[in-house]
């Protein structure tokens, strides 16, 4: 496993992450195989494990806190978020003094933990001061129980005020963004957010490295009974196009060209992408564990690389 530093920051991150988006408590809610996913994880060498409470409402939070208990604490890098509407309530939800106050008291006792390595604020919210939720970032780390804070696909702009309102009042500042980035979701991260995270340091942790599955091939031939696109319309539709799956068809002569799956193609292209600390990663089963860790041993030449450019162009949004 390679560790990388997260942006400037001192703290560690493996490479490759697991997460627990649609999966630990959704459809992972057998305990002996999510502590078996866990385990091959960890035994491989990933020390970031990436929950938000807005999972299953919380029960992955449960789910992989208990889990994750059998494990030193100091060994591991564990990161939540909040944002999401958690109740009908006007106040449960968003990036308020009061919702993240009371947001991360909730999260810290589901997962079991008295502090979270990474706190992130889910998403910009238009509705709270930008410095309101810096300073009330600075306080929970203030207070011990965050040690570092982040924004997931925050506008850039918005990261760089918090940059600029944390500089100028002597606060601590977002250290890390959690964009959506592969092969097929480029643009906004490529042209945005990574020239502003090089100037400030902000690391990047990665989320759906493989287009949730599309750049695996499993979706080659249509939609497989038990996969998440039989269950999510929204994925389906989006995903689903003729210009997207005929390019992910050509990445498997890559792909075989090297000796490894797809999905290891695409995890191997970002962790060859500057300013990645982390690839978040999901598994649902052992299997896919192991399969992702063999992405770590691929090497991409700058030819390769070009030639895997020139198959997506066209499909990248």
């Given amino acids: 496993m390679e560790y990388r530093r997260l942006g400037h920051a001192g703290i560690k ?7 627990g988006w649609t999966t630990f408590g959704e459809s992972v809610t057998d305990l002996d195989r999510a502590k078996a996913i866990i385990r091959a994880a960890y035994e491989g060498g990933i020390n970031f ?7 299953a409402r919380g029960r992955a939070e449960e789910v992989m806190g208990e889990i994750l208990a059998e494990y030193p604490r100091h060994t591991l890098v564990i990161s939540t978020k909040a944002y999401w509407p958690m109740s009908d309530d006007i106040n ?4 308020s ?3 993240l106050y009371e947001s991360i008291q909730k999260s810290l006792k589901r997962i ?3 502090y979270v390595d990474i706190y992130y604020c889910h998403r910009h919210d238009p509705d709270t001061p930008v410095e309101e939720v810096v300073r009330t970032m600075d306080d929970l780390i203030h207070w011990g129980i965050v040690l570092y804070w982040g924004t997931s696909e925050w506008p850039a702009a918005r990261i760089a005020e918090a940059v600029g309102i944390a500089k100028q009042y002597g606060l601590h500042a977002p250290r890390v963004e959690q964009p959506q980035y592969n092969l097929l979701v480029r643009n906004r991260v490529e042209q945005q957010v990574l020239p502003m995270a090089r100037e400030f340091g902000v690391g990047l942790t990665t989320f759906s490295p493989l287009a949730t599955g599309v750049l695996t091939g499993k979706y080659d031939q249509g939609i497989p009974e038990d996969s998440r696109f039989a269950r999510m319309d929204g994925l389906r539709e989006h995903w689903m196009r003729d210009d997207v799956l005929e390019r992910v068809r050509a990445l498997k002569d890559v792909a075989d060209d090297l000796g490894i799956t797809r999905a290891q193609l695409a ?3 970002l962790l060859h992408r500057d300013g990645v600390s982390s690839v978040i990663t999901g598994a649902t089963k052992v299997a896919h564990v192991q399969d992702n860790l063999g992405a770590l041993d691929v090497d991409l030449t700058p030819e390769l690389l070009a030639r895997i450019d020139e198959i997506v162009a066209g499909a990248v949004a």
């Fill in 112 to 114: 079991g933990t008295e």
């Fill in 49 to 55: 494990f990436d929950i938000a409470d807005a999972y």
């Fill in 267 to 269: 995890l191997a292209w």
């Fill in 92 to 95: 449960d939800r968003g990036l």
């Fill in 13 to 19: 991150l493996s490479a490759l992450g697991l997460g």
């Fill in 97 to 99: 003094r009061k919702h």
